[in-house]
Every structure is written in C-alpha cells, then in structure tokens.
C-alpha cells in the first residue's frame, strides 16, 4: 500500500507485482518530462522520458504515461524486482530551461 | 548521456568555514546546474551556472552564500560559504545538452558541525 512517511511517500510491492508511481506536475506549460531513479548515496539516473505530443511512453519493464489534462505523471514498472526498490522524482522541463523536481516516491519492494 | 564527477563525495566541515565543490564533465555540455537536496526531500535547483559570466541563482539562494564558476563547458565550481548545520545536505552537479535529459554526479554530502 501506500503511505507518507517522515519526509517521502512509500510505496510497498510485491516482488513481481506491478508498481504505479504516480506524479502532479504544476506548469501547464512543460513540454518534456522524465522519470528518475535514486539509490542511497548516488545521484538520480535516468529512466525514461516523455515529450507533451505523446500520451504514452514504454521502455524496458517501465512505461511512462502523460495526462495533461490534469497535469498527472505516472510510471508504471512491471514485475518489480528488489533492485528496483529506490526513490522515485518525476521532473518537468519548460522549453529547454532547468529541471523542476516533483517530491518524490520511495519504492520498496518486499520479498 | 556524458559522465559528471564530483569532488569531494563528503565531508565534515566546521561551522563558518566555506567548501568548493567540484563538477567535472566528461564532455561539452550547454548547460550546467547545481541542485541541493535535503535528508529525505526532493531537488530543490540552487542556481544554473552560465559560462563566463555570473550565475543565475533561484529564490532563496544568493551569490555570497553560493558563489559558482564555470570557466569553461566541462567544469563548475560550487562554494558553500560560511557554513552553519542548516547547510547539511547533498548537493548535486547536473549538465544537460539542448532538449534532452539532465545527467547527474553522485553528489556531495556535506555535514556541518
């Protein structure tokens, strides 16, 4: 289920469930979006993107969906493995500018 | 995506002293970034760091506090002056080349005592 902790909201999966991290973004007006991955003491790496033409993205276990209509993000990761366990930052880029962070997720994955 | 190195990974510094972080990239990059995050938070942006010329800081963040450089389109340096707890955080070095993706060093975790 899904809960706030002390500072990040947790996500808590199954091993070989599927997970969905959800994400609001707040300018109407971004046109590229990604999702990022944070291990403990590393700096966030790239997962995939999405431009605002596109409603939906996928990847490798991982597809992206874009609702702009209510400015919602999501990351679906299908069957989920302990290595995927990790915070999860949606970002939102305007026009080439600088990243804006959304909060992010932490997803832990249980055994 | 190219490969940003930071130096220093950590350290403890002493209350009112000042640390310069170092962003190396392995490639030219148009634009450089200096992010800080927070035990627990998510990224807030501290400035972007413009080649030969000042740096553009966000609300919140000012050149005396957080002087940067960036001499050339592989480096950037932070300074975090006069150091109090509340600068306790990671700070992250990030580059980005035109509409693509940003790429991030491990990042500096500084704890100040």
């Known amino acids: 289920g899904e809960s706030v902790g002390l500072h990040l909201p947790t996500l808590s999966v199954q091993e070989g469930d599927n997970s969905i991290i959800n994400c609001a973004y707040s300018?109407?007006?971004?046109?590229?979006f990604i999702w990022y991955k944070q291990e403990s003491g590393k700096g966030p790496q790239f997962i995939i993107d999405?431009?605002?033409?596109?409603d939906k993205r996928q990847g490798q276990r991982v597809t992206v969906l874009l609702n702009k209509t209510v400015k919602h993000l999501s990351l679906q990761i299908a069957a989920t493995q302990p290595g995927d366990s990790a915070v999860y930052f949606c970002?939102?880029?305007?026009?080439?500018?600088?990243?804006?962070f959304g909060p992010g997720t932490r997803l832990s994955v249980l055994p | 995506s190219a490969v940003i190195s930071q130096k220093p990974s950590r350290d403890i510094c002493q209350r009112g002293t000042s640390l310069t972080i170092q962003c190396q990239v392995d490639?030219?990059?148009?634009?450089m970034f200096w992010y800080r995050q927070q035990p627990g938070q998510s990224l807030t942006l501290i400035a972007t760091?413009?080649?030969?010329?000042?740096?553009?800081?966000e609300s919140g963040f000012v050149i005396d506090k957080f002087p940067i450089s960036r001499p050339n389109l592989t480096f950037s340096t932070l300074t975090v002056s006069n150091m109090s707890p509340e600068d306790s955080s990671i700070y992250l070095c990030s580059g980005k080349e035109g509409s693509t993706e940003a790429f991030f060093g491990q990042g500096t975790r500084l704890t100040v005592v």
């Open positions: 970002a939102e880029n305007n026009y080439g500018q600088n990243f804006v």
């Open positions: 760091a413009n080649q030969g010329s000042e740096a553009t800081y």
């Open positions: 999405i431009r605002s033409n596109m």
């Open positions: 490639s030219q990059v148009t634009m």
């Open positions: 300018n109407s007006a971004s046109d590229y």
